[in-house]
Nanobody, 114 residues
Framework: QVQLVESGGGLVQPGESLRLSCTVS????????VRWYRQAPGKERELVAT???????NVADSVKGRFTISKDNAKNTVSLQMNSLKPEDTAVYYCNAVLGSTYWGQGTQVTVSS
């Protein structure tokens, strides 16, 4: 049974950092890509970052230079390091994997506000 569980969200001030984690069970991330999406109120869900099974990384232009995706194959976890956070980064952040079917975590709220 595939499960994706996000953690690490919270309330921070502009310019601060947060590290999100996605703990995966039911498949080995060394073989499949895992993605981070986010959805702000009233907006469509947006792809933020991808890491492939082989470790190739991609991040959206809107977060390039501030966000970094990484993974630990041994722990089967994918992380999203978010630096220099801005109010426009406020959203619910979701972990995603596609293995025939599409799987989502429950999401973790990130709020950037002074």
């Amino acid at each position: 049974q595939v499960q994706l569980v996000e953690s690490g969200g919270g309330l921070v001030q502009p310019g601060e950092s947060l590290r999100l984690s996605c703990t995966v069970s039911g498949f080995a991330i060394r073989y499949y890509p895992v993605r981070w999406y986010r959805q702000a109120p009233g907006k469509e869900r947006e792809l933020v970052a991808t890491i492939t099974g082989g470790g190739t990384k991609n991040v959206a232009d809107s977060v390039k230079g501030r966000f970094t995706i990484s993974k630990d194959n041994a722990k089967n976890t994918v992380s999203l390091q978010m630096n220099s956070l801005k109010p426009e980064d406020t959203a619910v952040y979701y972990c995603n994997a596609v293995l025939g079917s599409t799987y989502w975590g429950q999401g973790t709220q990130v709020t950037v506000s002074s």
